[in-house]
């Protein structure tokens, strides 16, 4: 069966440099969430969309952007890149909002390495 | 407040033996989920099992099983009968609210090694 595809898998930046995430969602899967993981650490939220629009908001850097496309594919763009942002980034999709019960289906993860 | 706390940074089994993996949450709405997650070495992230706040049963998924203690606040992740290949990292996170798009709450994480 079809997951939720990441590209690229692994990124290496230098310092303010621009990096840009995408995400492919499970077929009819209508909702793109984006977590971070740094090095050692728990998945932290940091925004989704729901048919296009931004559903929720966490703790994503002002100097991070993203959005969901109309085949509903996301984008993370993240610009002026910093040391901290090394991290694993993480995309998931669900079949409209999941709510507090649906299934987050995750992607393998894009890693990017900012040197 | 920690809303979700896995208060085992480390834990080992012996391979075919049971092990428990703590996580206790706290929120004050009526409405939550609760959910395993295992990563392994190669970073994806994999969802085992899910817990809701009005399931009157522990949820059971093959070896896995969550001991839901709802007065005390904790969902403990049981996995029997340990095999090599469970050794990874475990996420217990949550997710609250009626109106939540999704977002979910992650803990710190429980490293489990499973000693051949």
């Given amino acids: 069966a079809a997951g939720v595809i990441q590209s690229p898998r692994h990124l290496i930046k230098e310092k303010r440099e621009t990096a840009t995430l995408k995400c492919y969602p499970i077929p009819r899967h209508d909702t793109v969430y984006w977590?971070?993981?740094?090095?050692?650490?728990?998945?932290?939220?940091?925004?989704?969309?729901?048919?296009?629009?931004?559903?929720?908001k966490g703790s994503i850097p002002d100097r991070f952007s993203a959005q969901q496309f109309s085949d509903y594919h996301s984008e993370l763009n993240m610009s002026s890149l910093e040391l901290g942002d090394s991290a694993l980034y993480f995309c998931a999709s669900s079949q409209g909002l999941a709510g507090y019960t649906g299934e987050l289906f995750f992607g393998e993860g894009s890693r990017l390495t900012v040197l | 407040?920690?809303?979700?706390?896995?208060?085992?940074?480390?834990?080992?089994?012996?391979?075919?033996?049971?092990?428990?993996?703590?996580?206790?949450?706290?929120?004050?709405?009526?409405?939550?989920?609760?959910?395993w997650y295992k990563q392994p070495s190669s970073g994806e992230m994999i969802f085992l099992i899910y817990q809701g706040s009005y399931d009157q049963q522990n949820a059971t998924e093959g070896r896995y099983s969550l001991n839901f203690q709802k007065a005390r606040k904790s969902a403990n992740l049981v996995i029997s009968a340990s095999q090599l290949g469970d050794s990874a990292m475990y996420f217990c996170a949550m997710r609250e609210g009626a109106n939540n798009a999704g977002k979910s709450t992650f803990g710190d994480g429980t490293t489990l090694t499973v000693k051949p």
């Fill in chain 1, 35 to 56: 977590y971070q993981q740094g090095p050692g650490q728990d998945p932290q939220f940091l925004i989704s969309f729901y048919e296009k629009m931004q559903s929720d």
């Fill in chain 2, 1 to 35: 407040a920690q809303k979700i706390t896995q208060t085992q940074p480390g834990m080992f089994v012996q391979e075919k033996e049971a092990v428990t993996l703590d996580c206790t949450y706290d929120t004050s709405d009526p409405s939550y989920g609760l959910f």
